[in-house]
């Protein structure tokens, strides 16, 4: 078998007891023999996801933590510091995707909690490691972001700030570490996870929402073949493209024709933004 970059690396992935995040580092586990340090909320969800690695639960640390935690960070890093670990990778893939909603309707706090685990947890995430990073000869930063970030979507004020701000973030990393470490920036369209059904648990029956989706195992390997190329910038899924394409030459025109699709739709998960 060809040798890749991966093999036998230490990551850190966060958002990892559950969709993107658990299937990104399953590939890293059963592929290429990397340990993963898999941070999650849920000691439940980790539990069986270390049960479903089988031989290979030797190689998956469960870390029971909340990514927007400073001090659960630094005591995370110096754990590792005192023990002589090293790590080579860090996936953020946590976030929270709150309820579809008109913006002039959405708490202030849920501003701020967004903002938190999808933006500043990430920043928090890599000033604590990249210590320990930059003593790998090939270390690696991937945040996973989202299609919201490209054209807004109605309904999702507090994501697509709190995505927008990370993609931001993370174009400046690229360049800024170009020749030092290996930074991405992923961009998935929308992907059929938990993130949704959590909302809603009939969107797997819309048609709608299924046609212009794309299942999770899919969208994990297109981030893990993105990955493995070493990809700086990735923009996944149909709907991402046509998002990133059209709000480029007709913005407004984008913006109305996406509120006119999850108008159209008629699911519960919108709701609330064209009561």
């Known amino acids: 078998m060809k040798k890749c970059w991966l093999d036998k690396k230490a990551f850190v992935v966060t958002g990892a007891s559950s969709g993107l995040g658990k299937g990104i580092a399953e ?5 290429h023999g990397c340990t993963v340090y898999a941070i999650g909320r849920s000691e439940e969800k980790l539990r069986a996801f ?5 031989d290979s639960a030797s190689l998956f640390i469960p870390v ?15 754990e590792l ?3 002589g670990k090293s790590v080579d990778g860090l996936i953020n893939c946590a976030g929270i995707f709150p309820p579809f909603n008109r913006t002039l309707n959405v708490p202030e706090d849920t501003f701020r909690q967004v903002m938190e685990v999808d933006y500043f947890a990430c920043i928090k995430a890599i000033n604590a490691l990249y210590p320990i990073l930059s003593a790998s000869p090939c270390p690696a930063i991937i945040n996973v972001g989202s299609a919201s970030s490209l054209a807004t979507i109605v309904g999702t004020s507090a994501y697509s700030a709190a995505k927008s701000a990370i993609k931001a973030y993370t174009e400046a990393l690229i360049y800024e570490q170009k020749g030092k470490a290996y930074v991405a920036l992923v961009m998935p369209g929308f ?3 938990e993130i949704f059904r959590s909302q809603n648990s009939t969107i797997d029956s819309n048609k709608l929402f299924v046609m212009m989706s794309m299942p999770a195992e899919r969208m994990v390997n297109k981030i893990y073949r993105g990955i493995k190329r070493k990809r700086t910038r990735m923009v996944l899924g149909a709907d991402a493209k046509a998002m990133c394409f059209f709000y480029r030459l007709f913005p407004r025109l984008t913006m109305a024709a996406i509120k006119g699709v999850l108008k159209k739709s008629n699911m519960k998960l919108f709701e609330d933004v064209f009561k």
Request: positive net charge.
């Open 64 to 78: 029971k933590m909340d990514v927007s935690d400073s001090a659960a960070w630094e005591a995370f890093t110096n």
């Open 81 to 83: 510091k005192t023990s």
């Open 50 to 54: 270390s049960e479903q690695l089988g």
């Open 191 to 193: 992907a059929r996870t």
């Open 27 to 31: 590939k890293l586990i059963k592929i």
